[in-house]
């Protein structure tokens, strides 16, 4: 297996192994353009985006922290980027080069102040999952199997760096402009900030787990706080695979159906009763047991809703509000999509373009039961994104629009829609808390 000694962690350092990466894509770019003369367009299109995807990944992949969980997030809505980046930057939610055993050493010492072997009574110092910000080794206590999550050095001091070199490429990317622009990226490095704090998801951890102890169908590790820093954190080893794998594998359907009827009522329950949620929501935060219940890990990243924000996104689910102009134009202003300084012509051109979005995404939160194996649904999400992709009118105004807690939000629900289409999942029963707003 493939192990990295060294992390760049200065910022001269990461800045560098950027611009080399840059480089690669450049001469990808002029290959591209030779080929293009000489064979078909599409063809050197689709191999352009394989190297690209190939060279950006090995490069993001050996600075890892927030770089490469910027890939991470992106891969997870597949509307966003080409296939070929989609299925490379995926790897980074669970299966990227792991540090090596003497680099794990190194760090482990670093952050708890004593050597592995000096805690457990056994510690692999060979990963068995390694992720953008962390990676989880196999340990023993007092008999007792337990994961260990370490953090790769140097990721909470880079967050800033690493924000500030792919800020321009998302704001091109987003079609984000205006001198406010910065609240978003504010928002992303809280969280991320939030993220490489283990005691915090320690905190976490607890909360949703006890919290979501009644839902059945469901289970979590227990975590150690002695065992556990503010970089490292210590929990039951949980037996299973991941949900990627459990949907590759799988030919049960009633196996499916329970898994996304669990996911769902897991997410409605955070999202409607506890008013915050586990923000990244990827295969490889989700494991499978024997049993067909749903592992859920990881939970550095929780987003907490806002009631001001959290009463006029979901009324916005509603068929009622959708269907009364003066009312979904009332909720498009409170959650600073529609602006005061909007002319009429921007003002009946969002109001359209977010109908035609909110009516999509809304539809299962208006059935009592949803089929999230319907391909015509996801086909319309993806073809949605492909029309406002080539709106060159759009592309002229200002994409930045709406509250800053869209981001996460939107971020859970792009990932739990993906999953539960993932496990092809048939009726779900939806549960619509929001029958209570």
């Known amino acids: 297996m493939e192990t990295i000694d060294k992390i760049p962690t200065g910022k001269i350092q990461r800045v560098a192994k950027m611009a080399q990466t840059g480089a690669k894509v ?20 689709a191999e352009l985006d394989v190297s690209n995807a190939n060279d950006i990944y090995n490069g993001l992949k050996k600075l890892k922290g927030s770089a490469l969980k910027m890939a991470q997030m992106m891969s997870m809505d597949q509307s966003i980027l ?35 072997d000096q805690i457990f009574e056994s510690f692999n110092p060979m990963a068995i999952n390694a992720a953008s910000i962390g990676q989880v ?16 050095p140097g990721v909470s001091k880079s967050i800033s760096s690493d924000l500030a070199m792919v800020k321009p490429i998302a704001m091109k990317m987003f079609n984000i402009k205006g001198k406010d622009a910065g609240r978003y990226f504010d928002e992303v490095e809280e969280k991320l900030i939030e993220e490489t704090n283990y005691i915090l998801e320690l905190e976490h951890s607890e909360e949703i787990s006890q919290a979501c102890a009644h839902i059945k169908n469901l289970a979590f590790p227990k975590y150690y706080a002695e065992f556990s820093s503010d970089r490292i954190i210590t929990m039951d080893w949980m037996q299973g695979e991941h949900l990627s794998e459990f949907t590759a594998r799988n030919t049960n359907p009633k196996a499916a159906n329970k ?5 769902w009522n897991f997410y409605m329950y955070q999202i409607h009763f506890l008013r915050k ?11 499978i047991s024997k049993k067909i219940e749903l592992i859920a890990l990881d939970f550095g990243c929780i987003k907490t809703l806002p009631k001001a924000f959290y009463k006029p996104y979901f009324e916005l689910t509603k068929n009622a509000v959708l269907d ?70 759009l592309r002229k105004m200002d994409g930045n629009r709406g509250s800053k807690h869209f981001i996460y939000t939107n971020r859970t629900f792009f990932g739990l829609y993906s999953m539960m289409n993932q496990l092809k999942a048939g009726p779900v029963k939806i549960n619509n808390y929001t029958n209570y707003l």
Do not use: C, R, W
Request: avoid cysteine.
């Open 324 to 393: 009364d102009p003066k009312q979904f134009l009332k909720k498009l202003k409170k959650l600073e999509i529609i602006k005061e300084s909007d002319s009429k012509k921007d003002i009946a051109f969002f109001s359209q373009l977010f109908h035609e979005l909110l009516s999509l995404f809304a539809q299962p939160f208006n059935a009592e039961t949803f089929d999230f194996s319907d391909e015509t649904f996801f086909g319309s999400i993806a073809g949605l994104a492909e029309k406002f992709g080539n709106d060159k009118d």
């Open 26 to 45: 450049g001469v990808n770019y002029l290959k591209y353009y030779g080929k293009k003369i000489l064979m078909d367009k599409d063809k050197a299109k």
């Open 277 to 287: 949620v586990h923000a990244d929501p990827h295969p490889g935060n989700f494991l």
């Open 259 to 263: 898994i996304a009827q669990t996911l």
């Open 82 to 116: 080409p296939q070929a980046y989609v299925e490379k930057f995926s790897l980074s939610q669970f299966s990227v080069p792991p540090l090596s055993p003497p680099l794990v050493n190194k760090t482990f010492k670093s952050y708890f102040g004593k050597m592995p």
């Open 137 to 152: 080794h196999e340990a023993k206590h007092k008999g007792k199997k337990l994961a260990v999550k370490i953090q790769y």
